[in-house]
């Protein structure tokens, strides 16, 4: 059963999956133009990030940041390999929302999942690092309240997503049965009907001599 039936209180989930489909394109597409800025200028990166670890205490995240500070080609590369698959990833989505192919989504599903828990992973991470690093709280609480926000409108829409599938196979199985109840309607239709052990066909009559002679048995 699915849990939503429109996307945003507006439109349809087939509509709205292909936006929300579209929009991970979109944030795709940043996080690729920043990855490939960022792997041809690699001294730079190592630049930077090397300002952030000696400006800031990164408590448990230290580790992934001198990895990246280390070697910022080949994780980036990394990340832009990803970013591609991905990409491709919604695009079958779209294809399938819009052909209402219920198995070219699966791979979206499962993948735009994984990455809203690592993303959520990433927000608390954050949300830490800065705890550990600033003395105003309401930074603190203003940061805390915009990131689950976010976090809770993407997860929001990914239901949606994940619901068109499930919309999609209520709809085929709902018109299987009706299929069936027509073909079951028509065929009783076609049936003869049967009256004290003789087949009884409207306006014989043959029939009609056969119901007046066994009639009063039923009187």
């Not at 991905?86 to 198995?103: D, F, T």
């Not at 299929?179 to 003869?192: D, G, V």
Request: with cysteine; aromatic share 10%; charged share 15%.
């Amino acid at each position: 059963m699915a849990l939503v039936y429109s996307c945003c209180f507006w439109f349809s989930l087939r509509l709205g999956g292909i936006i929300i489909a579209l929009f991970s394109i979109v944030q795709a597409l940043i996080v690729l133009t920043i990855s490939c800025i960022g792997n041809s200028n690699p001294k730079k990166v190592e630049e930077k990030i090397t300002l952030w670890v000696n400006d800031m205490n990164l408590i448990f995240t230290k580790e992934f940041v001198d990895n990246l500070r280390n070697d910022p080609t080949k994780i980036l590369g990394f990340v832009i390999a990803l970013t591609c698959i991905y990409i491709i990833i919604c695009m079958l989505y779209v294809y399938g929302a819009y052909k209402c192919n219920s198995i070219l989504m699966m791979a979206y599903i499962v993948v735009e999942l994984v990455r809203l828990i690592a993303l959520t992973v990433l927000v608390i991470a954050l949300l830490l690092t800065l705890k550990k690093n600033t003395m105003d709280i309401g930074l603190l609480i203003g940061a805390s309240v915009l990131g689950g926000f976010i976090l809770l409108g993407m997860f929001y829409l990914w239901v949606c997503a994940a619901n068109l599938p499930i919309v999609i196979n209520e709809k085929e199985h709902d018109e299987y049965v009706a299929t069936i109840t027509k073909l079951q309607q028509l065929l009783e239709e076609k049936k003869p009907k049967t009256l004290i052990g003789f087949d009884y066909v409207p306006q014989s009559k043959y029939n009609e001599a056969l119901y007046r002679e066994h009639i009063h048995r039923f009187k």
